[in-house]
């Protein structure tokens, strides 16, 4: 998709492929076999073999543009169609199932953060246009002296790498140390999230990137995305590794 009020956003766009693929093509000649996290068989391919990067649970094509979920043919799906979220459009890499649940929970429990320039790689690579500015996923503060990092902020570091991007880690707070959403009903979290997140930068006129890791109903990137809309942004993506599909 090019970007009709930045052409030079669809140039660094098609700088960004060409060099990255060379980036990783010639990473991986210089690097030594390695084990790989799925299977433990040495490899090259970085931190996963090829055959298990292959046997990963890949979203296919035919989803909805704005929530990420499956739709017969790519259309909007229903739930978006009658409720939109504050959220332009999702862009989601694997279903969060096994053993891509693996990786991304070693990634944000067990703080392997090698994880995080592998799977930001990989969101990277469905890079539809390049935003203006990148925004994580916060943290409450108690939440991050609990675990020590912010695994979107992590991601969103390598995304503005790639993206030679703007990353503003501190343009949003989250202002309420609500209950974990994965311990949650999913009818319950939107109310779980109300009011958690405060917006402390203009984005009049911008299109923002929110990152985060999975996206399971999407009501925190919702509530997130409604703070970032009323500072005036006027497109938002959200950028997850994963998406939960409903009947998993």
Request: net charge positive; glycine share 4%; proline share 8%.
């Amino acid at each position: 998709m090019q970007n009709r009020d930045d052409p030079g956003k669809a140039d660094r766009l098609s700088i960004f492929r060409k060099q990255d693929f060379n980036i990783r093509l010639n990473f991986r000649r210089a690097l030594p076999p390695q084990p790989c996290l799925l299977c433990g068989s040495l490899s090259r391919d970085g931190l996963c073999c090829a055959a298990c990067d292959h046997a990963l649970p890949y979203l296919t094509a035919n989803r909805c543009p704005v929530c990420a979920l499956p739709t017969p043919q790519g259309e909007v799906c229903g739930s978006c169609l009658r409720d939109s979220p504050y959220f332009d459009r999702t862009v989601a890499v694997l279903h969060y199932a096994f053993p891509a649940d693996r990786l991304i929970q070693a990634f944000k429990f067990q703080a392997q953060l090698q994880l995080a320039h592998w799977l930001a790689g990989k969101l990277a690579s469905r890079t539809a246009e390049l935003p203006d500015c990148i925004v994580p996923m916060p943290l409450h503060p108690a939440r991050l002296r609990e675990r020590g990092f912010n695994q979107s902020h992590e991601l969103a570091r390598h995304l503005a790498k790639h993206w030679q991007c703007p990353l503003l880690p501190h343009a949003c707070k989250r202002i309420r140390d609500t209950v974990p959403q994965s311990s949650l009903p999913w009818k319950e979290r939107d109310r779980n999230l109300h009011k958690a997140f405060v917006c402390e930068t203009d984005f009049t006129g911008k299109h923002v990137a929110l990152v985060d890791d999975v996206m399971t109903t999407g009501a925190s990137l919702n509530e997130l995305a409604q703070a970032v809309r009323r500072a005036g942004a006027q497109r938002i993506s959200t950028y997850v590794v994963a998406r939960t599909l409903p009947h998993s």
